[in-house]
């Protein structure tokens, strides 16, 4: 058996797209105009991915408004918001840079997806010729959507969080039903969750165990057979090329991280300062059998924020290296994060969305080329 690799989901949106998604949020293009674009986009991903190698692919997000809101909202500006939600919540992350991302309130209940992952799973399967996979938001992002302090009139927290794990075990439901292979549960809030930053007051509520225990109430819904397939990224955030919470130690997120009975880990890891000792930290806390399943950790080996392409030569030295502490056969390849997890994301560091989307996919050739050298070295292939 060969290592196995796969991305997190995300490419840079082209900017045609981006443009069509401000002109329909501005009006003046009707809604099948941007479902044209979006169809190109997503074409144009799974081809270029497909070229690659790669063994699965994804249709970038091209139709997401976000890795997190696509259940929610249709645009980051808020066209399409569902039911029972306003615009001014607060703030998911503020950035490195210096930018912030915000979510929107929870006004009532009940709460329910507008839009669940296998409608545009759906149509990436119809467009591609190889298994696709699809990444899923976690309910513990979805769950800040709850005001921090106050209660929702009529609607208890508890309430709220039973309906929210509903709605994340049948958004996976219906990806594994529609044809994924694989199904990643994204979990950027956690890291951040380590984080105290007054400015954004929920990360100094040491909600990192409730994150953890929300995630583990979906991941129950589902067999060890299925949680094979099921996995949880994690990052440090990555939105216009800048992160949330590089700063924090992994030491404080991987021994709760684990605790989630997922059987394969999406870790942020090319863009650590001390690779070995988060490898480490890996092969310590990673579980041999999480209720029923091996724990697999796929470990980050190209950093989607640096325009620079890693070589094959660099992603097979990593998983060599990982593999003094990490069993080979709980041993993957991955991107330390989706290439554009937010719609509208000019790529700074690489000049353009368009020539960020060309960068990708030779990182991504990278890693599928690397990932398969060191099959090759390490006796596995
Ligand atoms: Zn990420």
Known sequence: ?????ENVGSLPRPTKLQ????DYDAGKIDHDVLVAEQDA???DSIKRMEATGSPMVTDGEQRASSFATYPITDTLAGTGLADNLAADGQYFAIFEDGHHRQLPRLTGGPFRYKTYAADYLVKAIDMASKPVKQAVIAPSMLALLYPLDQDVPGYRREAFEEDLVDECAKDIRKCFDAGAVRVSIDFTEGRLACKNDPRNP???RHMLNHFIDLNNRVLDRFSAEERINIGVHTCPGGDCDSTHSA??????LLPSLFQIDAGYFLIQLASEPDK?????LCGEHSREDANGVPQVCFIGVINPQNPEVETPEQ???DLVLASQYIPKERLGSTDDCGFSPFSIDVKPKHGSPDFARDIAFQ????RVDGTRMASVELGMA
């Open 363 to 366: 990182k991504i050739k990278a």
């Open 19 to 22: 443009q069509a998604i401000a």
């Open 202 to 204: 929920w990360t100094g």
């Open 276 to 280: 070995e000792r988060v490898y480490k």
């Open 1 to 5: 058996m060969s290592i196995p690799t």
């Open 315 to 317: 992603v097979c030295a």
């Open 247 to 252: 700063d924090v130690d992994y030491a404080e």
């Open 41 to 43: 986009a997503c074409l």
